[in-house]
């Protein structure tokens, strides 16, 4: 049932309740717009920089708006730190989530339906669950709050399934306003979280995605022995036998490195040899990764959080929800599959705005691990033909079951499932999946979404790779892959922006200017994500990002403008 909608408080009242209750003098840039369009009823999405509190804004309206708020939230542990804090200024809060027993949830559940809380914290699965959905079907919500939204798109750096039931979810509860909020987004995967939650008319908010007290930095390594020394001499130089390096590319690094950071590895063996190697160095550090014990994981987090660990080596499995202030470095040891998922990882360090670091040890041998690890989950026609059989044999199922039969993996499965819907031979009646057809061959069924998928993987890897191998601004070179023109200027919060006679700054006006949207014969519509003085990056609905020479771009009119954005 959707709550009805009443006049929004005016703004005299939501600064009182941010100063009286949340502790807060103002709002931070992007806050109070995205507020604003919440509390009118409006669709958004909300596309703002890593520290930018992007919580407080849901936070607020629920304790405005006439009905319940839901936050669909990826992680057991950001909701548990939420939780927390709300306690602390006296806002109460609901939590249901798989690591509490069926009657915590039921009492949960309860407190929200007594009006006792007004604001309720799920995950993406529970939202999957029928049951679940009957009892919030009988609650007047107002609001449903997607946190990490990019989770949504298989575009996006870390897509997790249960967020494409939300949109069929929201339905089912009378279709609230929708709040769309994540801080690492291409124009591409803004569009398709658009299009995966059925917003309707959002108005999209973006808030500058950089973070100028960060510095960037690559180190080109071309061996393990290589690596090894960079870090020792990083984070142990004082350690007995410790190499002495070059200067550092200005004064403050070395005061950096020595303060809290995070080390991110691409699996957990790296994570836990790394850990060592700096315990051995006489570094307060330990380990963390999804495969620890959830005591060990939980007995690393804290430690961490009060200061007892200085450094975290850890898989990407540890970041979300840790919102440590003070953390003045990030370091990465393996190049990511992807910029977002870098940017995102990077965006951890100075949360307090002070100077903070993120570093890049790259190697290019690294570049075909990580091409195998983005490569996880690729369907083929065996895949699909376990699911055709397995739906012939039963006509109607669970998708529970139909892994269960398959031996799926969800993600996958989740692909199958969305490329049958399409070709209309699979539907879904109260929460079951059922053949159409008297038939279903696989062999009849296209795969083109998931060459598509292929192809976008591979091109993200190769701007990764770009990034890590310009001569130009590294920070531009991040903001243009969001979709944002930079004017680099006296940047000088980068290790190529430090160099003397560094590149040409890139083009920000004209045909080709970031943003502008284009057309190729082949590839079809894209929008212009960089453009230097001689070549020109596109990102194409096709095939991914590509990079033309801009000289061929003229001499042979291989890209044409277009009038309207894409």
Known sequence: MHASQVAPPSREEILRLLRTRFSHRHFRPGQ??????????????????????????????????????????????????Q?????????????????????????????????????????PERLTSETFLRELCALPVSLLAVDEAHCVSEWGHSFRPAYQALAAASRRLGRPAILALTATATPWVRRDIVEQLAMRSPEIIVRGSDRPNIFFEVRRMETEVEEVRALRRLLAPDAEGAEAGGPSCDEQ???????????????????????????????????????????DRERVQDAFMAGDVRIVAATNAFGL????????????????ASLEAYYQEAGRAGRDGLEARAVLLYRPADLGRAAFLAGGGRLDRADLAAVCAALMEHGEITARKLASLTGLAQTPLLRIVAA??????????????????????????????????????????????????????????????????????????????????????????GLFSVGAAVRHAPWGAGVVERATADALTVLFDAVGFKTFDLALVHERNLIEPCDEGV
Not at 270 to 293: I, M, N, P
Not at 457 to 479: K, N, Q
Request: net charge negative; with cysteine.
């Open 32 to 81: 109070e717009d995205v507020l604003q369009a919440v509390l009118t009823g409006q669709d958004v999405l909300a596309v703002l920089p890593t520290g930018a509190g992007k919580s407080l804004i849901f936070q607020i309206a629920s304790q405005v708006l006439p009905g319940v708020t839901i936050v669909v939230s990826p992680l057991l542990a950001l909701m548990h730190d």
């Open 83 to 123: 939780e927390e804090s709300l306690e602390d200024v006296g806002v109460e809060v609901a939590v249901t989530n798989s690591a509490r027993t069926d009657t915590q949830n039921a009492e949960e559940l309860a407190r929200i339906k007594t009006g006792e809380a007004r604001l309720l914290y799920v995950t």
């Open 253 to 295: 690094a070395d005061e950096i490195y020595s303060g809290a950071g995070i080390v991110y590895t691409a699996t957990t063996r790296a994570a836990r040899e790394t850990a060592e190697l700096l315990q051995a160095w006489g570094v307060s550090a330990d380990y963390y990764h999804g495969q620890r014990a959830k005591r």
């Open 321 to 336: 929800g840790i919102d440590k202030p003070d953390v003045r470095f990030v370091m990465h040891l393996d190049i990511p």
């Open 420 to 509: 049958l819907e399409t070709e209309q031979v699979v539907g879904r009646r109260r929460g079951r999946l059922r053949l159409l057809r008297s038939t279903c061959d696989p062999d009849a069924i296209s795969l083109e979404a998931e060459q598509r998928r292929r192809a976008y993987e591979a091109s993200r890897l190769s701007m990764m790779r770009g990034y890590a191998e310009t001569a130009g601004c590294r920070r531009e070179y991040i903001m243009n892959y969001f979709g944002e023109a930079y004017d680099p200027g006296d940047c000088r919060q980068c290790d190529n922006s430090m160099r003397p006679g560094r590149a040409a700054r890139t083009l920000q006006n």
